[in-house]
């Protein structure tokens, strides 16, 4: 379908006489912004607005934690069917339902809240309707939020990149740590002149605002779409061997029709299916370093602020400690990116691994060491390198070693474990806390776990179609 920018920039070229830009470079800008527009669904806004929920409802920490972990958990288990759906449909497609529904949630969570509180406060069962409410609406901001609307954005760059994707999916990820750094602080401004209910409406019609028109006016689901070819080359790309020197996988699209009766782009390389991908090592290799750096990396963010009041440490430290993972992961972002189109994928994954395990390890022994502030920031530091390295590395991998007309389903069955992990490491966590009063050893042993996951990582290898599915 060709929207309206994409009409004009294509007339325009042709009335010039020359080649038109590659609309790549516009779709890397809209899924920019849309993975930006996770924010609200994401656990370092959710958390900021932990304290104003919490004392507007009443209810406990650990009772918050849970309805935040099973509404993650049960978020992740329709993600597949997300990118099943894209696959069939288009991206396009399921995006504008995404966004209106996420947009929906952000303005509802306030007032289905408000409305336990009409309750009687004797009501033994309040506790459990106050818990149910807002583990439902945990579920649609998760879902539709981090999980949803972030797989479609990546999904998305996907259809449009090869040989660069790990350069654009870097630019994509490229305004998420400023986020982190700022949203957090607007959150709470917003909270203040009015209430955490107005304050996660307004973010819902800003998700509204942002994807809505780009969608309308200049949203593209593929090269094919508008006769172009991946990464702006001007023939399709010729089928790519297995070797060791990048380890890409082959899916070359042949130029298409405009009105392809399919959204699944023509491929000429091997293309599998998401059970034929479950069949193979390389994928659980992946999926096994992405879960536990989701897991590792949100218990960072989610309890921040316990994990530097054990250390003795004030609140402006947590803020710093955020600080630094949100500086570095801004910094290393794009070369990181440049690194994931020419490095092989079984060393940085290792490599991520390896920085994983010092992030954990650094922070169990912060408060033994001579300057835990110091300590506790080097942490911080090594897991935003980690971070930024996994998830810049998920769609280039997948993309490249299983091809592109399946994506959207393989893609998604990833997104699920990655955010089962989500769901599962801040309630692990905080858990093992509460048990042993200190989060020194299970910050340990998930670094012991990250090594050994690492060099299981070094073992990465593309996998080949068995003769049997070829036919």
Not at 139 to 164: D, I, P, T
Not at 258 to 287: D, K, M, N
Not at 313 to 342: E, M, Q
Not at 365 to 385: K, M
Request: with cysteine; proline share 6%.
């Amino acid at each position: 379908m060709q929207t309206p920018l994409a009409r004009h920039m294509l007339n325009r070229a042709h009335h010039k006489g020359t080649k038109p830009i590659f609309y790549g470079w516009v779709m890397l800008a809209i899924t920019t912004l849309t993975t930006l527009a996770t924010s609200p669904g994401q656990s370092f806004v959710v958390g900021t607005f932990s304290d104003a929920i919490r004392a507007d409802l009443d209810i406990s920490l650990s009772k918050f934690s849970a309805a935040y972990m099973i509404a993650t958990f049960c978020a992740s288990l329709p993600l597949t069917l997300v990118g099943r759906l894209s696959d069939k449909y288009g991206t396009r497609f399921v995006m504008v339902f995404v966004a209106i529904a996420f947009g929906l949630a952000c303005i509802t969570i306030g007032p289905a809240s408000s409305l336990t509180k009409s309750i009687d406060p004797g009501n033994p069962i309040r506790p459990w309707i106050i818990l149910l409410v807002l583990t439902i609406s945990f579920f649609f901001l998760r879902f539709l939020g981090q999980g949803a609307l972030g797989l479609v954005s990546s999904h998305a760059l996907a259809m449009w990149y090869e040989r660069k994707l790990g350069f654009a999916e870097a630019i994509r990820h490229l305004g998420m740590p400023l986020a982190v750094a700022l949203l957090p602080t607007a959150v709470l401004a917003l909270i203040a002149v009015s209430n955490w209910s107005t304050a996660y409406a307004i973010l819902g019609i800003a998700v509204w605002i942002i994807v809505l028109p780009l969608i309308a006016i200049a949203y593209v689901n593929t090269p094919e779409d508008i006769r172009q070819c991946l990464d702006g080359d001007s023939h399709p790309h010729p089928h790519h061997d297995q070797s060791d020197q990048i380890d890409i996988e082959l899916d070359a699209p042949a130029i298409g029709d405009a009105g392809l009766p399919s959204q699944s782009p023509p491929s000429t390389g091997p293309q599998f299916t998401l059970q034929q991908a479950l069949r193979t090592r390389a994928y659980w290799i992946v999926t096994a370093s992405m879960a536990l750096s989701a897991a590792v990396g949100t218990s960072f963010v989610f309890h921040t602020q316990p994990m530097v009041a054990d250390l003795g440490l004030s609140k402006p430290a947590a803020a710093a400690a955020v600080g630094t993972f949100g500086v570095v992961s801004l910094i290393v972002t794009v070369p990181f990116g440049y690194l994931i189109d020419r490095v092989r994928p079984r060393l940085l994954l290792a490599a991520a691994g390896l920085l994983l395990g010092v992030a954990s390890i650094l922070f169990a022994i912060a408060s033994s060491t001579p300057s835990p502030l110091i300590t506790l920031h080097s942490s911080y530091f090594t897991i935003g390198l980690s971070q930024s390295l996994l998830f810049l590395l998920a769609s280039p991998i997948f993309a490249r070693f299983y091809g592109r007309t399946h994506h959207g389903s393989i893609r998604g069955s990833l997104t699920t474990f990655m955010v089962i992990g989500t769901s599962a490491g801040p309630f692990i966590f905080s858990f093992w806390r509460d048990l042993s009063g200190s989060f020194n050893q299970v910050y340990l042993a998930a670094g012991i776990i990250a090594i050994i996951l690492a060099v299981w990582a070094s073992r990465l290898q593309p996998p080949s179609l068995p003769d049997s599915d070829r036919a």
